[in-house]
């Protein structure tokens, strides 16, 4: 009887836990086993590593061969583990020294001839790896995104054949360290490209420096969408910690990673007719929805009230907490959700209601069922509402006498007022919490009586009161103040307007 362990990884939500794969094999009828609760792709991998091991020109081992893959209550899934039951199989069966494979880790799924393919995934592994101090083997199709992670020692494979060359010290694989180069992103849009709407594009430039959420209210055809799509290119850059985030999110996903963009915001535009499961995730085993796919980015939804009430009302708690859990009869998964909702909606049925042109005959029980299709309380965790008002015609021909702004001139604004509140809080202005606010976001006296007031007047909410301290601080600092002002203040609580109730 002989025994050897081989360490991969496995999958839970977008962590990558540690899955040791223990291969005995011993005298007996041939058979081959595995246990420790694979999924039907894990039990299929028998066939797929024997026919590997024999094209690789290996002896598959006559005899009783168990595969135990441990821990026994986490499950197993895809065939991420079929490298690792390979090894396990030759080292067991004293075709390749067992004493180094302690070194290592391996991940990726074996063709009956040998080949290594992809997994999803890569980027997870690669980071506990690296926290393991081990070296990851892993198919060469993954070595470009999982080089992403710095210091993780990377000995990309094509074959079941050049790794068991690497452990025998026959032939060395190279081992990958440095990053890929990527490439420069070109933005084809530009905030220059709309005309007018001055008020909608310094609100976007508010929620872009504080990470507020933003709801756009108009009739057809103002640039509601427009806006919207612009608004990334104004966001700074991601860092380094926040990019491996959402990398690894995309890395689990159906979507894949774009190592040219992976540095950038994410943004997604889900069509309204997206299920509850689609924007928060599911599946027998979970996977990632929109808003965990936008994360640390923006998740703009359009035609908002055309939306599932369902699927809305799902939004709210990650908005406030930033992080999702799936829950299923037999595991749980958590995903972050940290994400800048930007969202646009007619103001009626027919979209054309306060519209200079006249069209609207809405009777007024059909513009309240309307909105009432989005929620009081989501609205209340909305911090900015914006009227989007037609453009004049001599506006929409040739724009600005001076010309409008370019997109890079108000994200150099942006980041400036961004670092001024990190240096002041360590994050962004919308992720106050109620303490942080009493510290960072006080108000001289005239200013607490005019949020008051202005709470009492409109009937806002206790919630209400903390986003408009929020948004005024975000105020303050593109103005460059250390204080918040009655100024600051006062255009802060103009952007509350569908929560108000008269």
């Known amino acids: 009887m002989s025994l050897a362990v081989v360490y991969s990884r496995g999958r839970s939500g977008i962590a990558a836990p540690l899955v040791t794969v223990e291969v005995q094999v011993s005298s007996g009828l041939p058979a081959l086993n595995i246990v420790g609760l694979p999924e039907t792709a894990v039990k299929e991998s028998r066939d797929r590593v024997r026919g590997a091991i024999i094209n690789s020109r290996f002896e598959f081992p006559i005899g009783r061969v168990t595969i135990n893959l441990a821990p026994a209550d986490l499950p197993k899934e895809g065939g991420r583990f079929d490298l690792a039951i390979a090894l396990g199989i030759l080292a067991a069966s004293q075709q390749i020294p067992k004493n180094r494979l302690d070194e290592y880790e391996c991940i990726g799924e074996l063709s009956l001839g040998g080949e290594l393919r992809m997994i999803p995934g890569a980027l997870p592994v690669a980071i506990q790896t690296r926290n393991a101090n081990r070296q990851l083997i892993l198919p060469i199709g993954n070595a470009d995104e999982a080089a992403l992670i710095k210091d993780a020692q990377l000995l990309p494979a094509n074959s079941l054949l050049e790794v068991c060359a690497h452990i025998c010290g026959q032939q060395l694989i190279e081992l990958q360290v440095s990053q890929p180069e990527l490439i420069e992103d070109i933005c ?171 069209r609207c005959h809405c009777s007024s029980e059909q513009v309240a069922r309307y909105r009432a299709r989005v929620s009081g309380p989501l609205l209340d965790r909305v911090d900015m509402h914006l009227d989007v008002p037609r453009v004049a015609l001599n506006m929409l021909r040739k724009g600005s006498a001076e010309g409008e702004e370019r997109s890079s001139t108000i994200r150099q604004r942006v980041i400036a007022a961004r670092q001024k509140a990190f240096n002041r809080q360590g994050k962004t202005n919308s992720a106050l919490n109620a303490a942080d606010i009493k510290v960072f976001c006080d108000l001289p006296e005239a200013g607490h009586q005019l949020l008051e007031q202005a709470l009492e007047k409109f009937g806002l909410s206790h919630r209400a009161y903390h986003r408009i301290l929020k948004l005024a601080r975000t105020i303050a600092d593109l103005a460059n103040a250390e204080t918040i002002s009655i100024t600051h203040l006062s255009e802060a609580i103009s952007y509350r307007k569908l929560d108000r109730t008269r």
Not at 249 to 272: E, Q
Request: proline share 8%; with cysteine.
């Open 188 to 358: 084809e849009i530009d905030f220059a490209d709309v005309h007018g709407q001055y008020h909608v594009k310094r609100a976007m430039e508010i929620a872009a420096a504080g990470a507020h959420n933003l709801l756009m209210l108009g009739p057809p055809g103002t640039g509601k969408s427009m806006l919207a799509a612009r608004l990334p290119t104004i966001l700074p850059e991601l860092s380094e910690q926040q990019a491996q985030e959402t990398a690894a999110i995309a890395s689990i996903s159906d979507k894949g990673l774009d190592l040219s963009r992976w540095r950038l915001p994410p943004f997604r535009a889900p069509h309204h007719t997206a299920s509850a499961a689609a924007m928060v995730g599911g599946g027998s085993n979970p996977k990632p929805g929109e808003i965990s796919l936008s994360h640390n980015g923006t998740l703009f939804l359009d035609e908002l009230p055309e939306f599932d009430r369902k699927v809305l009302e799902v939004l709210r708690e990650p908005l406030e907490t930033g992080h999702i859990t799936i829950s299923r009869a037999n595991r749980q998964a958590d995903f972050p959700a940290n994400f800048q909702l930007i969202a646009a909606m007619n103001p009626c049925p027919c979209g054309y209601l306060g519209d200079a042109s006249g």
